[in-house]
């Protein structure tokens, strides 16, 4: 015991020693370096865990709410304007985008223990899902929405009677958008209650 906190004792002072072998600028220039990498390779990696190809890599999201946002608005429209899984889960912004990486990685044990690894097992627990993310986005005033859509920029006047009267209500009434447009990318729940619409 004692000689392992010696040589950790050494191996510090070792570290915290200014370097006889190589010059500080030398030193400097390596640090940098390596920060561009480590830097590039964890911005790689990050963009890489947005794609709409790593997010459908597992079969538990490719062969259900995959399948459900394939028939949307949001996968296919007159426009040709496709949002994909990160637009509508992963913040833009690069801090809030890194704590919802770290609150994601939680998923990871889920796919380790099969807890939706099947149809069934999914549908059971879908009601819990969609409740933990209508909550995140409501927390967040629907950030990813807004990304895409704007009470200013949107032409009221060119909408359907009933769209322009509930926008013109959320406006006045400070709603977001995930008080009115659950189920706008997948099925509901069953089991929801008047609770999950805000009644």
């Known amino acids: 015991m004692p000689d392992t906190a010696l040589a950790s004792g050494g191996l510090w002072s070792r570290l915290r020693r200014p370097s006889t072998r190589y010059s500080l600028l030398g030193l400097l220039v390596v640090g ?22 790593f997010c459908i890599s597992c079969h538990e999201m490719r062969d259900n709410v995959y399948q459900e946002y394939k028939e949307t608005i949001h996968y296919q429209n007159r426009t040709g304007v496709r949002a994909i899984c990160s637009d509508c889960h992963v913040p833009r912004d690069w ?10 990685s939680k998923e990871l044990y889920s796919k380790v ?8 097992k999914f ?19 629907s950030r990813e929405c ?13 909408q359907r009677p ?3 009267k ?7 009434d400070g709603s977001t958008c995930i008080d009115c447009h659950k189920g706008i990318a997948h099925h509901l729940p069953e089991g929801m209650t008047d609770e999950d619409w805000g009644d």
């Open 95 to 104: 801090t809030h985008k890194i704590i919802r990486k770290v609150q994601a």
């Open 166 to 172: 509930m926008h013109k209500l959320a406006q006045e």
């Open 162 to 164: 009933r769209a322009a």
């Open 32 to 53: 940098f370096f390596s920060g561009i990498i480590f830097w590039g390779g964890f911005n790689t990696a990050m963009e890489a865990t947005n794609t709409k190809e």
């Open 123 to 141: 549908e059971a627990k879908r009601l819990t899902l969609a409740r933990s993310e209508w909550r995140r986005m409501k927390n967040s005033d």
């Open 113 to 120: 223990m099969g807890t939706i690894d099947t149809k069934e």
């Open 146 to 158: 807004r990304n895409c859509h704007s009470f200013e920029g949107m032409q009221v006047e060119s």
